[in-house]
């Protein structure tokens, strides 16, 4: 999936460390995600993939290193957060829908709001939307009424109408039933094929091989490999990445 890709960095991370207490979540992080890259972050459960993830827009704060994006560090004392994190769509592993909105509503919350765009080009932004990600017909439903499969795409829709440049995925398809991940899947790989910039934290291995240009490989807060997919699974460097890889195959 390199065609899209620049040298650009888009993402940088220099020494990050957290801690909650005593305990240490990110073990001096040291990477990169250029423009037009899709790095799939997987791990052991508590490795620190989410929390990666979430240090990029702030929602878990660091206490050492610098992350940039786009070139601008994101804890500079005079960036504006709000703005910052329009920037960045994210995508939980909860779909996080507002239920007593409709599909509509939902994608067009942000728009109206933040980038204080007319209702009517909201909704037809929306539509367009809900048609990439095949739910064009849904869009006076409300979240109750859709599969949980249908919702993430949604919130999928959701994120992509403020036009981020980056995308993030923590776990999207981890609640979901077996028969509904496929669902979401393709709406990534279509996502990347165009070209977007993502991080995604996944257990999917297929979609790793298949979407990924780097595969980071987590344990214990450290970033312990980082390589290609065809490098990873067929010659991974560290123990820990071959017996992470062995039990997913015997799974």
């Not at 109206?112 to 809900?130: F, G, H, I, M, Q």
Request: hydrophobic share 40%.
């Amino acid at each position: 999936m390199t065609s899209n890709r620049t040298n650009t960095p888009m993402i940088n991370f220099k020494g990050v460390n957290k801690w909650y207490g005593d305990y240490h979540a990110l073990n001096n992080i040291d990477a990169e995600v250029t423009k037009g890259e899709v790095v799939v972050v997987c791990g052991p459960s508590g490795s620190g993939k989410s929390t990666l993830l979430r240090t990029v827009n702030r929602l878990e704060p660091i206490q050492k290193g610098t992350i940039e994006f786009d070139g601008q560090n994101v804890h500079s004392p005079s960036l504006d957060l709000n703005k910052f994190r329009s920037h960045i769509g994210f995508v939980f592993q909860s779909f996080n829908l507002f239920p007593h909105l409709s599909v509509a509503d939902n994608i067009m919350l942000a728009p109206v709001n933040v980038l204080k765009r007319k209702r009517s080009d909201a909704r037809t932004r929306a539509l367009e939307l809900l048609d990439r990600v095949g739910l064009a017909e849904k869009i006076d439903a409300y979240p109750g009424q859709l599969s949980g499969g249908q919702q993430q795409r949604v919130a999928i829709a959701r994120a992509l109408a403020m036009d981020p440049p980056v995308m993030m995925f923590d776990e999207p398809t981890s609640s979901l039933d077996p028969e509904m991940v496929g669902e979401v899947l393709q709406v990534m790989k279509s996502l990347a094929r165009d070209g977007m910039t993502m991080m995604c934290v996944s257990h999917e291995m297929n979609f790793a091989r298949e979407v990924a240009d780097q595969v980071w490989f987590m344990d214990q807060g450290r970033l312990v490999e980082s390589d290609t997919p065809e490098e990873f699974f067929s010659h991974p460097k560290s123990d820990r990445a071959r017996a992470f890889l062995s039990d997913l195959r015997s799974h």
